[in-house]
């Protein structure tokens, strides 16, 4: 039998850096989406932005986001055709790029150039565990991250991101939809990674990878899902699972619909 780590065995954990380490996680993986305005010569100021992460199921590396990120970017272009779109400073078509969406579920996923990937710095996740990933369970650990754009820098030349994330335990999780309820009073606070404020939107964060703490023998994770939506409000963050998505990226449709 597995006995569950106790709270305060779970804050001397994180304090002690495992919590960094998870959150290292969806950030080696994951990366800012956004466009801009390309004209007679000059590239303006950032539109809109979403977060971008990469996955190899076993057919090679694709990228998923939500959905709504990438109608974002269409509805962009169709105002102004000289709209173009990077992944943390690379060229990137969404368009040309897509392989499948699913407005129900609200996710997009895209081909994804090794070499791309290489410049970026970042790694495909690779699930310990067979495809497609399981959801969480209700009131177990759960962990997500990714660029609000509230955090964004910009200079002539120059834009950097600000990474945000969190630890926190499954609220409800349902075969369409999951929801993570920021619980301030159980967070711990770390230098490094500093709480937001209270109704802090999360804009921007939207298309981040959601990761499932698993106890067993040992300390494990799988990916759960990918953040769709932040209710600054209530501070709630949804998600969807990723059950429908398959290992080329492609998504089986839901027969209820």
């Given amino acids: 039998m597995i006995e569950a780590v106790s709270k305060e065995e779970g804050v001397r954990v994180i304090r002690a850096g495992f919590g960094r380490v998870l959150l290292d996680v969806t ?119 990714g660029y609000p754009g509230r955090h964004r820098v910009e200079r002539p030349g120059v834009i950097q991101w600000g990474f945000a994330g969190g630890l926190e335990v499954a609220a409800t999780v349902r075969a369409d939809r999951l929801s993570i309820q920021f619980s301030r009073e159980d967070w711990v606070p770390q230098q490094s990674l500093q709480p937001p404020q209270v109704g802090e939107p999360w804009g921007g964060v939207s298309g981040g990878p959601v990761f499932a703490v698993v106890q067993n023998s040992v300390v494990s994770w799988r990916l759960a899902g990918v953040a769709t939506e932040f209710n600054s409000t209530f501070e709630i963050l949804f998600a969807s699972p990723l059950s429908r998505v398959q290992p080329d990226g492609t998504i089986t449709r839901d027969l209820r619909a």
Avoid at 32 to 60: E, K, Q, S
Avoid at 74 to 79: G, N
Avoid at 84 to 103: K, Q, T, Y
């Fill in 27 to 145: 950030f080696q993986c994951s990366a800012p989406i956004y466009w801009f305005r390309f004209t007679a010569g000059h590239r303006g100021p950032v539109l809109n932005n979403g977060t971008i992460f990469f996955v190899d199921a076993g057919a090679g590396p694709f990228a998923v986001t939500a959905r709504h990120v990438l109608e974002g970017f269409r509805s962009a272009v169709t105002a102004n055709g000289t709209t173009l779109c990077e992944i943390g400073g690379e060229a990137f078509d969404p368009s040309e790029n897509r392989i499948d969406e699913d407005s129900s579920a609200d996710i997009a996923t895209f081909r994804i150039e090794p070499t791309i990937l290489a410049r970026l710095k970042r790694v495909p996740h690779q699930n310990p565990r067979a495809w497609p990933p399981k959801p969480p369970e209700e009131g177990k650990g759960i962990f997500f991250g």
